[in-house]
């Protein structure tokens, strides 16, 4: 009677690990796409590429005004370093 009953649940897991693996493969089967789903597709894709686009070019221009603004506080500095160094040089202290 063990026996019997090591083999009935050797068979139902079988059984239940080959359903398993039949329904992943179906899961993943590929269904051929309508043309109103590839029109949708391809108007997402061309909106992201659109927005990834102007994204990019907010960020180049980010960049832009941000080095302009280093270059001016660089200036600045320099400026300032002449102006202590000239301070420290002149005689009248």
Same mark, same amino acid.
């Given at each position: 009677?063990?026996?019997?009953?090591?083999?009935? %649940?050797?068979?139902?897991?079988?059984?239940? +690990?080959?359903?398993?693996? +039949?329904? =992943?493969?179906?899961?993943?089967? /590929?269904?051929? /796409?309508?043309?109103?789903?590839?029109?949708?597709?391809?108007?997402?894709?061309?909106?992201?590429? +659109? =927005? &990834?686009? %102007?994204?990019?070019?907010?960020?180049?221009?980010?960049?832009? #005004? @941000? #080095? %302009?603004?280093?270059?001016? @506080?660089?200036?600045?500095?320099?400026? @300032? #370093? %002449?102006? +202590?160094?000239? #301070?420290?040089? /002149?005689? &009248?202290?």
């Amino acid at each position: 009677m063990k026996t019997r009953s090591w083999n009935f %649940a050797g068979v139902a897991i079988a059984t239940l +690990l080959a359903a398993t693996t +039949l329904t =992943s493969v179906a899961s993943n089967a /590929s269904i051929p /796409s309508s043309p109103a789903e590839r029109a949708a597709t391809a108007e997402l894709n061309r909106r992201i590429t +659109l =927005s &990834n686009a %102007a994204a990019d070019e907010r960020a180049r221009a980010q960049e832009a #005004q @941000y #080095q %302009a603004q280093m270059r001016q @506080y660089e200036a600045e500095q320099q400026q @300032y #370093q %002449a102006a +202590l160094r000239s #301070q420290q040089d /002149s005689p &009248n202290r």
